[in-house]
């Protein structure tokens, strides 16, 4: 019906808006896109309702229809749906408004509530008596939380605090970090009581979160930390006990524990095994014994006055008796025993015996001088070389004399050569007792022999002296080695060509003139070359080679092998001349000798030959006459001279004494005149020899210093010697470089102004030593310098003396004989420094003088 209409639509307008309301209401905690959505369908719900109100006021009034179009009508429903849409959305706007404060104020509470917590759990995890690390991640470093007592010893710094090693004990810093280890990696959560360095127990506990690990260390109270310590302790123990039966289960050795009623309580699987038991427990249920009933009454009884029992006890194992060293102790809560065996060591015992015994008597056969001294020093064995060698009586030496005794018997009685300082000396020789490595010395007895003595320390104490008498193996060593070189330096400086062969046919020897004839090149002749190829190669140079004879006469049978001579003749024109000379060993020698030129110059050698031995004539008659006719009557003028001085010959005036003094002083400036004249001239006639041995530098330049004293006392000259950087010996003739300084010496003493300072140096320099001698004189001119070397040639230049001339000649002689060389650095207000220079080793060790 029309009349029903209306009350429908507006009841479904009203039921719409509240709809829309509480759907509103409903949604307010809702997303912001779904409150719009909800806007939008008021809005249109709005304009839904307004149209049937319009259509019922069309149809009650359909007199005024044509004043009110249909288009105005749609106007009208549409403003109205507007207005109501904006009134329901301001209406939703303030509900909104309204429960977002009642949100705000609630969560302000929730802060609050929240930092109140915080704050309360930073105050406790900052108490002093705990601390806590806390890892956030596997990348950032640890926070630590709190600290700890300063009586714990933790540092507060955080890389020192981690450092578990640096402030706790060994064990506990060890377990912690594996601990800490597996909770990180696993997830493992740990308690532990650790203790510091300090002596504090801590409790220490590990957990780990989602995202978090913490580690938190507690200090305890008095009353724990004795607890703590007790555990501490007892974990110690029973660990160390766990480990001591553990190492005890692995001896060799048989172990057992008794209980104090005698019962085992314990063995170890030695003692199972021993006893033929299937395991250590059976060994104990089975109460299986080790040593015998006697053996074990015995260790009862000695217990009763001592608690400790130690004897070697027998016993057998599996059929056969064994030696133990048994070792039992007792307490009142039972004993402990270990047996070693020892059977091994008896049998290794009498077997050392009986070598011992064996080596004695082997020793006791040589030719060598053996004695054997124990760690107290004592003699303990010597044989028969030694008794002869020291020719001591054998009741000293069964007396066990000590080795220093044995040293001052051997002093007193002069078979020793005297020590400057004997005490050090000796003291030297004992401390073989204490060294580690063998010693040897050598002694040069008083009789001549010479000894090598060799100290070898044993392993258990005491040395074994061995005195081996090298006197005839060095004299024959020494003269072997004197041949061979020799030989070496004979044939690399010979002019002939020398090549020795084997029986083999390979070259054994040559030198170096063998190559240079026959135009040879250096490598293709090496030890070991078969004589075949040096023919290929010689073959090539002589015109007619007499290399296929060489070869059959090295190489050949015996009617082949047979001494030949002849000459070559090369293609270059060189004739050689050339021996084949069998030696006895089987070896064969071939000599070559270039005598291209023999027959041109045989007369002019001849002539020159005749006239080089008429000088060596004269030379040698000149030495001979002068050696007798000047030294001898000098030598009488002089002793004639300190015989006129002494005072049993009679008394002298002052003038006849000073005559005599000015007499045998000139007669000693002649001598040594004399004597210079004789070396030059033993120089020049080729027949001077050097007498080559390692000499002491000190001792040398100490003797000549001695022989100038005097000159230089008498002008108040200083002698300043610098060798610092010497060695301490070299190579060369004693008495001749004694000489060379000392006409060195006195020719600057000569010059030097008075109260100055002449300077000796000694060097060690790349090519051997040099030896300057320094002095402040006036110097040389360069005319002088020129002819200061030469014979005879005295000079004033400001000197005190005029000699004859001959110092430098004869330094400059010897030095070059020695293979040196001399220089002179001179200056007008610089002084004289005449500098030597010897090799370090002259070639040869014995070097002949040379015209």
């Known amino acids: 019906m029309p009349g029903d209409n209306p009350p429908r639509a507006g009841k479904a307008v009203s039921g719409g808006h509240e709809d829309s309301i509480t759907t509103g209401s409903a949604a307010a905690g809702g997303a912001l ?413 008083p009789d001549g022999k010479t000894i090598r003595v060799v100290a070898n320390p044993q392993p258990k104490g005491g040395v074994t002296w061995v005195f081996e008498n090298l006197t005839e193996k060095m004299d024959l060593e020494s003269r072997y080695q004197t041949a061979v070189r020799v030989q070496g330096e004979t044939l690399d400086n010979l002019a002939e060509g020398v090549a020795v062969f084997g029986p083999d046919g390979r070259l054994r020897l040559s030198n170096p003139a063998f190559i240079a004839l026959w135009g040879l090149a250096p490598d293709a002749i090496k030890a070991n070359v078969h004589v075949s190829a040096i023919r290929d190669l010689c073959d090539q140079r002589a015109a007619d080679s007499p290399w296929g004879g060489f070869v059959a006469a090295i190489t050949g049978f015996d009617d082949e092998r047979r001494d030949r001579h002849g000459q070559a003749e090369l293609v270059n024109g060189t004739v050689l001349s050339y021996a084949v000379i069998h030696l006895p060993n089987g070896q064969v020698m071939m000599t070559f000798v270039d005598v291209t030129d023999t027959v041109n110059v045989e007369r002019a050698l001849k002539d020159r030959n005749e006239a080089l031995e008429k000088s060596d004539q004269l030379k040698n008659e000149f030495v001979q006459h002068v050696s007798y006719e000047l030294r001898s009557p000098l030598t009488n003028i002089i002793g004639f001279t300190e015989l006129l001085s002494l005072p049993t010959t009679g008394p002298l005036t002052p003038k006849q004494r000073e005559y005599v003094e000015h007499v045998g002083s000139s007669s000693s400036v002649l001598l040594t005149i004399v004597n210079d004249i004789l070396d030059l001239a033993t120089v020049d006639a080729g027949i001077m020899q050097l007498d080559i041995s390692e000499m002491s530098i000190d001792r040398t330049i100490a003797a000549a210093a001695e022989l100038v004293a005097d000159r230089l006392e008498e002008h108040q000259i200083k002698l300043k010697v610098d060798a610092a950087s010497a060695p301490k010996s070299f190579h060369g003739d004693e008495i001749r470089v004694r000489q060379i300084l000392y006409n060195l010496l006195s020719n600057a003493a000569n010059y030097a102004p008075a109260a100055s300072t002449i300077t000796l140096t000694c060097r060690q320099m790349a090519d051997g030593v040099e030896f300057s001698v320094h002095d402040d004189g006036p110097g040389m001119p360069p005319d002088v310098l020129e002819s200061v070397f030469r014979r005879f040639e005295p000079r004033a230049n400001g000197g005190r003396r005029r000699g004859a001339g001959l110092g430098l000649s004869i330094v400059k002689s010897f030095v070059e004989l020695h293979g040196g060389t001399v220089r002179i650095e001179t200056g007008a207000d610089k002084g004289t420094t005449v500098i030597c220079t010897f090799p370090e080793t002259p070639s040869g060790g014995i070097r002949e003088a040379a015209e």
């Open 33 to 445: 896109p779904w409150r719009a959505g909800a806007r939008l369908g008021t809005l249109l719900a709005a304009a839904t309702s307004a149209a049937p109100l319009l259509s019922v006021a069309a149809h009650a009034d359909t007199g005024v229809a044509a004043a009110v179009s249909t288009v105005e009508v749609m106007q009208l429903a549409m403003f109205a749906g507007v207005m109501g849409a904006a009134l329901v959305s301001a209406i939703f706007l303030i509900r909104e408004r309204a429960r977002t404060a009642s949100q705000n104020v609630q969560l302000r509470a929730r802060i609050a509530d929240v930092n109140a917590a915080l704050q309360r759990s930073e105050a406790l995890l900052n108490l002093r008596d705990q601390r806590v690390v806390v890892w956030s991640s596997e990348i950032k470093k640890p926070e630590l939380i709190g600290s700890l007592p300063l009586e714990s010893g933790a540092p507060d710094e955080r890389s020192a605090f981690l450092a578990f090693g640096r402030w706790l004990m060994p064990r506990s810093a060890a377990a912690l970090e594996n601990a800490i280890a597996a909770l990180r990696d696993q997830a493992k959560t740990f308690d532990l009581v650790i203790e510091t360095q300090a002596g504090m127990p801590l409790e220490v506990h590990g957990r780990k979160s989602a995202a978090h690990v913490l580690v938190r260390f507690i200090s305890l109270s008095e009353t724990l930390r004795s607890q703590a310590r007790l555990k501490i302790e007892n974990q110690r123990l029973s660990a160390d006990y766990d480990t001591m039966l553990g190492l005890l289960d692995a001896l060799k050795m048989p172990t057992w524990l008794r209980a104090a009623d005698g019962r085992l309580k314990w063995v170890n699987r030695a003692y199972a095994e021993a006893v033929e038991a299937g395991s250590a427990e059976a060994a104990v249920r089975e109460a299986k014994e080790f040593l015998g009933g006697q053996a074990r009454e015995q260790i009862a009884e000695q217990h009763k006055s001592r608690p400790v029992f130690e004897q070697t006890l027998s016993t057998v194992i599996e059929g056969d008796r064994h030696m133990f060293s048994v070792t039992d102790f007792a307490s009142a809560d039972g004993s402990a025993g270990l047996a070693c065996d020892i059977s091994a060591i008896e049998t290794i015992r009498a077997e050392y015996e009986r070598t011992v015994r064996s080596h004695a008597d082997t020793l006791d056969q040589l030719n060598t001088a053996v004695a054997i001294f124990d760690t107290d020093e004592n003699l303990r064995f010597f044989n028969q070389a030694f008794q002869k060698l020291w020719g001591l009586d054998g009741g000293f030496l069964h007396s066990a004399p000590s080795n220093a005794l044995l040293l001052d018997r051997l002093r007193s009685e002069g078979k020793i050569a005297e020590q400057p300082e004997w005490r050090r000396w000796k003291e030297n020789l004992l401390g073989a007792y204490r060294a580690v490595e063998s010693q040897e010395h050598w002694w040069h007895l």
